[in-house]
């Protein structure tokens, strides 16, 4: 990915969403660009109009901390907005003045320590993985298994979360708020993209969905990231039927780039009782040969 291209589409797109009236400044009728002129983020930020452009159009190479800094202040920018300037910016300048590196694990040469592995499959009431910035899933216990087994069904979708998001038909019965799951999808990879410049399966991936869907390159073309730890989602399983979840997203201290993400129902709850019914289902699925659990999927 053309790092250039990147960081002039961010900022330009992240400029284009902040209104005079929200950056503080007086509304003309007369304005021909959406959001705010490059002449006001500069003031904002308190750097010459030329200083900007520059970095408008994508060196971001040898810029300072507290210029970045000022740059997101006039730009509003969150958390996860800000950190994937700080990533463009490092990848920009090769070094680790921005942000501490992170190790970055291939998928292709990481297995789940024995111990994680345990602990997945100890986690009994909720769904529980592992998955990289990519949306590969790395590790999962039983129930996640059980949970996106659409997931596992399909041939040649490499257990990949946002190819299944978006290749898959089987998504749009799964997700019922599908839009919002593709938005937050095309986000977490984005912001991937942002750390991992030069990850080949990334690269890959992209292409393969910008090549064969519409609403993933849409997405993409937005620019959005954001942070993923926790909240609450809709889904719908062939098997037991509606469930609302609450997850939460952990990062690995031992794997940095991998997060723990583990789902739970409230106690008490119709979803909580569909988890349960969920295992005891899953529990079935164990006991018939792969042959008959296909030709009755």
Same mark, same amino acid.
């Given at each position: 990915?053309?790092?250039?291209?990147?960081?002039?589409?961010?900022?330009?797109?992240?400029?284009?969403?902040?209104?005079?009236?929200?950056?503080?400044?007086?509304?003309?009728?007369?304005?021909?660009?959406?959001?705010?002129? =490059?002449?006001?983020?500069?003031?904002? &930020?308190?750097?010459? +109009?030329?200083?900007?452009?520059? %970095?408008?159009?994508? *060196?971001?190479?040898?810029? !300072?901390?507290?210029?970045?800094?000022?740059?997101?202040?006039?730009?509003?920018?969150?958390?996860?907005?800000?950190?994937?300037?700080? *990533?463009?910016?490092?990848?920009?300048?090769?070094?680790?003045?921005?942000?501490?590196?992170?190790?970055?694990?291939?998928?292709?040469?990481?297995?789940?320590?024995?111990?994680?592995?345990?602990?997945?499959?100890?986690?009994?009431?909720?769904?529980?993985?592992?998955? *990289?910035?990519?949306?590969?899933?790395?590790?999962?216990?039983?129930?996640?298994?059980?949970?996106?087994?659409?997931?596992?069904?399909?041939?040649?979708?490499?257990?990949?979360?946002?190819?299944?998001?978006?290749?898959?038909?089987? !998504?749009?019965?799964?997700?019922?708020?599908?839009?919002?799951?593709?938005?937050?999808?095309?986000?977490?990879?984005?912001?991937?993209?942002?750390?991992?410049?030069?990850?080949?399966?990334?690269?890959?991936? +992209?292409?393969?969905?910008?090549?064969?869907?519409?609403?993933? =390159?849409?997405?993409?073309?937005?620019? *959005?990231?954001?942070?993923?730890?926790?909240?609450?989602?809709?889904?719908?399983?062939?098997?037991?039927?509606?469930?609302?979840?609450?997850?939460?997203?952990?990062?690995?201290?031992?794997?940095?780039?991998?997060? %723990?993400?583990?789902?739970?129902?409230?106690?008490? !709850?119709?979803?909580?009782?569909?988890?349960?019914?969920? &295992?005891?289902?899953?529990?079935?699925?164990?006991?018939?040969?792969?042959?008959?659990?296909?030709?009755?999927?």
């Amino acid at each position: 990915m053309d790092n250039r291209e990147e960081v002039r589409e961010f900022l330009t797109s992240r400029r284009a969403k902040i209104t005079p009236e929200q950056a503080g400044l007086p509304s003309s009728s007369r304005r021909r660009v959406p959001g705010l002129r =490059r002449s006001e983020v500069a003031a904002l &930020a308190d750097v010459s +109009v030329e200083y900007y452009a520059k %970095l408008e159009r994508g *060196n971001l190479a040898g810029v !300072s901390p507290a210029v970045l800094e000022s740059v997101a202040r006039a730009l509003q920018l969150d958390d996860a907005e800000r950190a994937h300037l700080l *990533n463009l910016a490092q990848a920009a300048d090769g070094t680790d003045v921005l942000t501490r590196p992170r190790r970055r694990t291939a998928t292709r040469q990481w297995t789940p320590h024995r111990s994680l592995q345990w602990t997945l499959d100890a986690i009994t009431a909720g769904p529980a993985f592992v998955r *990289n910035g990519r949306m590969d899933i790395l590790a999962a216990n039983q129930l996640f298994r059980a949970f996106y087994t659409d997931v596992y069904a399909t041939p040649g979708n490499q257990q990949n979360l946002a190819r299944f998001t978006f290749l898959d038909p089987a !998504s749009r019965r799964f997700y019922p708020d599908w839009d919002a799951f593709a938005d937050i999808t095309v986000a977490i990879v984005r912001a991937e993209a942002g750390r991992a410049p030069h990850d080949k399966d990334l690269h890959d991936l +992209v292409g393969e969905l910008c090549t064969r869907s519409d609403a993933f =390159r849409t997405r993409w073309g937005a620019h *959005n990231v954001r942070h993923h730890g926790t909240g609450n989602k809709h889904f719908h399983h062939h098997a037991v039927g509606d469930l609302t979840l609450a997850f939460e997203g952990l990062e690995m201290a031992a794997a940095p780039g991998l997060t %723990l993400t583990i789902y739970t129902a409230e106690p008490g !709850s119709p979803s909580e009782e569909g988890l349960r019914l969920l &295992a005891a289902w899953a529990a079935t699925q164990e006991a018939v040969p792969d042959t008959e659990r296909a030709a009755t999927s």
